[in-house]
Every structure is written in structure tokens, then in C-alpha cells.
């Protein structure tokens, strides 16, 4: 970034310095590989003047504003950003992507009797500006609107342990936090990763499969290659109860004696690349939702959070309810 003379020299400096050194790998051939698109954006944000922005901003508002007399302050945000990365590695390979993605996001604040209650909906996906349209911003100002209001009707929870059931969606970050970052492959090369050496080993039920898949159209998470120019994959963690794979960078695989499953990540070309997260999901299993809640007698029906965090090493993690339901 440093276009100085100063800094060029230095630069010099250092390639001379490793010049100099005794190589360890002999020179390879780079090789242009093709990955496939899982994103491709139709309307790229390059082209979309903050003009074509507003309206879609204004309906969501309105929307959430007018949902209920309660309702007294209304936020709308709308991110967008497009990404260009090029990766040549030391194997030989050389990869293109244009990565897009888009967040919208709704927060409400609602005031009845002197209590104040705030609540939000949000939408994310490796989309261009065709993401948008007034039918989804309606749902997502609605969606907000509803999820706040609807605390001025909750209690709290009765004081005790109570079994939980997980609805779909949100509750996904319970997974992300408790198992996802614990598969995470410098984790368990560390050794302090609840699941270090436990590959091939019973940790669920047969009926829990949990994947991390790169693969999905326009998913947030997916990737056409990582960082490191490996190309993405859907990668099976734990398959019927068993622990099958950890997710790895090029690093780990070798230290392994695997092969990367794509999922080397990077802040920007500043930082190394490490193991981290595509879209990480547990498969349906053979029960219905009924049959689950069925199952609980006296129970705490956990629909959206706010935060979670976890303790890899222990595998202790702890979440915090927004909007929760009493089974009885």
C-alpha cells in the first residue's frame, strides 16, 4: 500500500533477504483455474446510484412505522459491497472471484405504559441490487415490527432448568457457537477444542448430520474458492452421530494429511488465513416439528436471539433470548 521510496526499498530489502535464503521448494508452474459461481450478481452494486437505494429503505419504514400505534422510532439500513479478489498460492494455483453481498436490517423501538421495548429482522445474501424488491422490504419492516410489539405481551421465564427447543433459522447461532467453531481445524491442531482427536468418534444422536457447505446459491457464506484459491465443497462434519471431518485450511490439511476442504479465510491479504465457517447447518432429522415439541412437557420454545458466545476449550457456550415461548 506504501508506494514511498523508503518503503520500496525496504521491499527490495526483504525479497533479497529471502532470495538469499536456501529454498525449500523448488519453483511451480501456475495454473489459471475456473471455479464455479454460486453468486453472480445480475444488478452489480457498481452500477447502482444511492437514488435507487432510498425508496426501498422508505418502504420498509413505512411499513414498520405504520404496523402498530405503539411503534415510536424506526431504523432501516441497507449494506452493500462487492469484492474482488485475486489469489495466486504457492501450488500453482491462480483464482479470480467477484464476491457481492448485501444486508438489510430493521430495528423497532416501541413504547406502551411507560415500557420501552426494541426488536429487529434482518436479511443477508451474496446478491446484487435484484435482491430488492417491495414485496421483501414489507417483510422485513412487518417482521421487525411484529417481534417487538409482541414483547409488551411476554413474562419472565419461570426460574428453574427447563428443556428447549430450538425453532429453525436463528437458532442456528446455538450451532455456529457450540460445535462450528470447535470443528474449526487450528482449534484442534491446538488441542484445545472440545473435539481435538475425536475424529471417527460417536459426539450426537445417529439421527444429527451437521454439514458446512460452500455450495449454496447465494448464501451468505458461500464461496466460489477460499482465500487460499482452493475451490469450495459441502463438506460432511458429522454424519449420523460420527465425527467425519474438521474444517481445514490448506495448513491444517497438510498438518492433517487431508485435503482442504476450502475453507481458508482471511480478514483482507494483510492477515493469514485461518479454518473458519461457510454456511454450517444440521440436516432434518426424522422427527417433525410437532413430534418435537410434543416431547416437552414443561418447556421454553426458544424462536429468535440477540448474542451468544462460547468457551471452545470447554465447550461451554451461553445465548440470550429475545423472543421465547412457554411449552405446557
Known amino acids: 500500500e506504501d508506494l514511498s521510496p523508503e518503503a520500496l526499498a525496504q521491499a527490495a530489502r526483504t525479497a533479497a533477504v529471502v532470495a538469499n535464503?536456501?529454498?525449500?521448494?523448488?519453483?511451480?508452474?501456475?495454473?489459471?483455474?475456473?471455479?464455479?459461481?454460486?453468486?453472480?450478481?445480475?444488478?452489480?452494486?457498481?452500477?447502482?446510484t444511492i437514488d435507487r437505494k432510498i425508496p426501498f429503505l422508505e418502504k420498509a419504514n413505512a411499513v414498520a412505522a405504520g404496523f402498530d400505534k405503539r411503534i415510536i422510532k424506526v431504523r432501516v439500513f441497507v449494506n452493500d459491497l462487492e469484492g474482488h479478489v485475486l489469489i495466486a498460492?504457492?501450488?500453482?494455483?491462480?483464482?479470480?472471484?467477484?464476491?457481492?453481498?448485501?444486508?438489510?436490517?430493521?430495528?423497532?423501538?416501541?413504547?406502551q405504559n411507560g415500557r420501552r421495548e426494541e426488536n429487529y429482522h434482518s436479511l443477508g445474501a451474496r446478491r446484487g441490487f435484484e435482491q430488492y424488491s417491495d414485496a421483501l422490504m414489507t417483510e422485513i419492516g412487518e417482521t421487525a415490527a411484529k417481534r417487538t410489539v409482541v414483547l409488551f405481551d411476554a413474562a419472565p421465564p419461570p426460574p428453574g432448568e427447563y428443556p428447549v427447543v430450538l425453532a429453525p433459522g436463528l437458532s442456528g447461532?446455538?450451532?455456529h457457537e457450540?460445535?462450528?467453531?470447535?470443528?474449526?481445524?487450528?482449534?484442534?491442531?491446538?488441542?484445545?477444542?472440545?473435539?481435538?482427536?475425536?475424529?471417527?468418534?460417536?459426539?450426537?444422536?445417529?439421527f444429527v448430520t451437521i454439514v458446512d457447505d460452500g455450495t449454496l446459491p447465494h448464501e451468505r457464506g458461500s464461496l466460489n474458492v477460499d482465500d487460499e484459491g482452493i475451490v469450495t465443497e459441502r463438506t460432511a462434519l458429522v454424519e449420523n452421530g460420527v465425527l467425519r471431518s474438521y474444517l481445514h485450511d490448506i495448513i491444517s490439511a497438510k498438518h492433517y494429511?487431508?485435503?482442504?476442504?476450502?475453507?481458508?479465510?482471511?480478514?483482507?491479504?494483510?492477515?493469514?488465513?485461518?479454518?473458519?465457517?461457510?454456511?454450517?447447518?444440521m440436516l432434518n432429522g426424522p422427527h417433525s416439528a410437532e413430534e418435537i415439541v410434543k416431547s416437552v412437557k414443561k418447556g421454553i420454545y426458544a424462536e429468535t436471539f440477540t448474542n451468544g458466545q462460547v468457551n471452545i476449550g470447554a465447550g461451554d457456550f451461553s445465548f440470550y433470548l429475545k423472543n421465547g415461548y412457554l411449552i405446557e
Open 21 to 48: 535464503a536456501q529454498a525449500k521448494a523448488a519453483p511451480v508452474s501456475i495454473l489459471r483455474i475456473a471455479p464455479p459461481s454460486y453468486y453472480e450478481a445480475q444488478i452489480p452494486w457498481a452500477d447502482v
Open 89 to 111: 498460492n504457492s501450488e500453482g494455483a491462480l483464482a479470480e472471484d467477484t464476491r457481492p453481498m448485501t444486508t438489510a436490517y430493521c430495528t423497532c423501538v416501541a413504547e
Open 173 to 175: 447461532i446455538l450451532l
Open 178 to 206: 457450540a460445535m462450528g467453531h470447535g470443528f474449526e481445524a487450528d482449534f484442534n491442531r491446538k488441542g484445545i477444542s472440545v473435539y481435538a482427536g475425536r475424529i471417527g468418534q460417536k459426539i450426537a444422536p445417529d
Open 257 to 281: 494429511g487431508v485435503a482442504s476442504t476450502g475453507n481458508g479465510r482471511r480478514e483482507s491479504y494483510k492477515y493469514p488465513p485461518v479454518p473458519r465457517m461457510r454456511n454450517t447447518y
